[in-house]
């Protein structure tokens, strides 16, 4: 058990501290670092030319130059890497790749250019009808346009076969994350909402190697315990993320474990398997075309609720908690869909709106508690 807890501290502390943490793998690879936005960046093809990828997640930095750029109802998570951004906060940075899901992430693809011009940056644009065969045909282009940029970036050719070990590496990465986050939800005892934020988000931050290492020891460690008895409530987290952080630290003050999420920082980023054929590059392009229930993703059918309520029954849950990123339109033009399902369905339901520059949670602490009361 202590060799369980120093290594989840040793995570958690990677999560808490990104520069830090960054640095180091910076140091100890020899490698330059390459700036992921969220989300689904081709981590694989920036890994296969030599760099370390990493996440660009924000944080809860004071805003004072992404004005100039990004108007106050942008998300936060890009305000504050704009604002990074221009303090030289990312100045560690080799480039940024970023994928334009969203108005925002449109607007900031030219911006940076401009506030940010010593970091260059690769934009990836992905196809709405990604499930037809010319979307699937057009990505694949897409991911060999994102090769060539990578390729001028660091001056040398990337290899077929280097695209190869990296997805494999990438894949062994994503098998271990669905491990667990399965074993973690028999063990909430242990892994509590927060422990479980900071160990899956300390993966954005190290090489995958030196991580997957890591998470294969949790991942034998927790196996071997029995598993726990949980006595408080159990949720289904969805969102973009399950930060900021105070936020945590009030699940875990009243007793709410997350036993599964569909979060884009989280579950969404590995729960799709790989197929078995076709090259490392469209095998990360069918990762896009296969994914469901994301709201960044075009889905006619809408499946995101039908699978909260699956995963409801699944993780024995007792509720779902919306974690709404305060002025992300994706998330906010999907919740009328699935909060009509889910409330049909009779499952209760906290909706809480969240954004990294909080600077109280009091608010957020007494919903929480009275949704938990509820609950219990």
């Excluded at 998300?75 to 030289?88: D, T, V």
């Excluded at 469901?292 to 024995?316: N, S």
Aim: aromatic share 8%; hydrophobic share 40%; charged share 30%.
């Amino acid at each position: 058990m202590s060799e369980l807890i120093k290594l989840i501290s040793e995570l958690k502390d990677a999560a808490l501290n990104p520069k830090a943490t960054i640095t180091k793998s910076i140091k100890s690879t020899g490698k330059d670092a390459v700036g992921c936005f969220p989300i689904y960046t081709p981590e694989e093809m920036i890994y296969a030319a030599g760099y370390l990828p990493v996440g660009m997640w924000g944080g809860p930095t004071e805003l004072k130059l992404a004005d100039k750029y990004l108007q106050g109802f942008c998300c936060s998570i890009m305000r504050s890497n704009i604002e990074y951004g221009m303090k030289g906060t990312y100045n560690l940075l080799k480039g940024v790749v970023l994928s334009t899901f969203c108005d925002t992430l449109k607007c900031i693809c030219e911006n940076w250019k401009v506030a940010v011009p010593e970091i260059p940056i690769i934009p990836v644009v992905y196809p709405q009808h990604r499930s037809l065969a010319s979307g699937r045909r057009y990505l694949i282009e897409e991911f060999k346009r994102v090769k060539e940029e990578l390729e001028q970036l660091s001056g040398h050719p990337i290899l077929d076969e280097d695209i190869e070990k990296s997805f494999d590496l990438y894949e062994a990465y994503r098998v271990e994350m669905r491990k667990f986050t399965e074993i973690a939800s028999q063990h909430l005892n242990t892994i509590d909402a927060k422990t479980r934020h900071l160990v899956i988000k300390a993966g954005y931050f190290m090489d995958k190697k030196d991580y997957i290492n890591i998470i294969q020891k949790i991942n034998k460690e927790l196996m071997v315990l029995p598993e726990e008895c949980f006595t408080g409530v159990k949720v289904i987290a969805t969102g973009l993320m399950t930060e900021p952080i105070p936020l945590l630290d009030v699940l875990v003050e009243h007793n709410i474990a997350i036993a599964a999420d569909d979060t884009s920082q989280g579950s969404r980023s590995f729960r799709v398997e790989v197929k078995k054929e076709g090259t490392a590059i469209e095998k990360m392009v069918d990762r896009i075309v296969d994914q469901r229930g994301c709201t960044f993703l075009f889905e006619e059918a809408k499946t995101r609720g039908e699978m909260l309520i699956e995963m409801k029954k699944k993780y024995d849950a007792d509720a779902v908690l919306v974690l709404m990123m305060k002025f992300c339109d994706p998330e906010e033009f999907d919740y009328p869909v699935y909060k009509k399902e889910i409330e049909d369905a009779g499952i209760p339901m906290l909706y809480i709106e969240t954004e990294q520059q909080m600077e109280s949670a009091e608010q957020i602490r007494t919903r929480i508690q009275s949704f938990s009361e509820m609950l219990m």
